[in-house]
């Protein structure tokens, strides 16, 4: 295991990111669902940042809601076709090239920050505390994360064919506890966990305020 930053998700070329935008219908409006869920809980927020924003699925739906949203990603091609998809849908959002480890935004420039999908990509402890101090550092009020549950059906058997086979495993969870613990040590309190039962579906966002 390596605490550098790894860039190999990053979605650089079209295909990868058209590929992304074409989503299976269920899977996105599920994970859609889990995000407006959450949302449901914060309050008395106008400025949001979508990190990573991907080809801007939750950022255009977050700019329909009347948020002033800016949408980061590393990905040229992703942060195109999110621009392109947000003309069409009559939103303004500011899309702009950024590293999520290293944003160029001042304390609570936010007053909450999305990070949909991303935490579970990286295996150190290290890195994902070095992610999540970030995106408390530039959320005034919230912030809404997702991770992979533990003891979700899916990575149990993605663990058990790791054991078995030496399949090598590209999704790591996060218990809510390690998750808590971070936040809590950024200053931030558990709201709300949103997703279906944690059982049976492995994906979860939580909502953490500012104490
Ligand atoms: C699984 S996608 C999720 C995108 C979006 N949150 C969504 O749910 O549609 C992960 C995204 O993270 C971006 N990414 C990976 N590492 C990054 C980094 N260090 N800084 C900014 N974006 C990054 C990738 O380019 C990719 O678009």
Redesign the pocket.
């Given at each position: 295991m390596t605490d550098d930053?790894s860039?190999a998700?990053?979605?650089f070329d079209a295909e990868s990111a058209r590929t992304?935008s074409q989503r299976k219908n269920g899977k996105h409006r599920q994970?859609m669902a889990m995000i407006e869920d959450a949302m449901r809980h914060v309050q008395g927020v106008t400025r949001m940042l979508?990190?990573?924003?991907?080809?801007g699925?939750?950022a255009i739906w977050l700019a329909q809601q009347g948020i002033n949203v800016t949408g980061?990603?590393?990905?040229d091609a992703?942060l195109h076709l999110a621009a392109t998809l947000a003309s069409a849908a009559g939103v303004q959002v500011a899309f702009e090239r950024?590293?999520?480890?290293d944003l160029p935004y001042s304390d609570k420039a936010f007053d909450a920050t999305l990070c949909?999908?991303?935490l579970h990509?990286f295996e150190s402890p290290a890195l994902r505390s070095r992610l999540i101090n970030e995106l408390c550092r530039v959320s005034g009020k919230y912030v809404l994360i997702s991770r992979i549950s533990p003891v979700s059906v899916t990575s149990l058997r993605r663990r058990l064919r790791f054991l078995m086979s030496g399949k090598a495993i590209k999704q790591y969870p996060v218990s809510a506890r390690e998750l808590h613990a971070e936040l809590a040590r950024n200053g931030f309190e558990p709201v709300a966990q949103t997703g279906r039962f944690a059982l049976f579906h492995s994906l979860q966002l939580q909502v953490y305020r500012k104490k």
């Open positions: 930053i860039y998700r990053v979605k992304y994970e979508d990190a990573p924003c991907g080809v699925r939750a980061v990603d590393l990905g992703a950024q590293d999520i480890f949909f999908r991303l990509h």
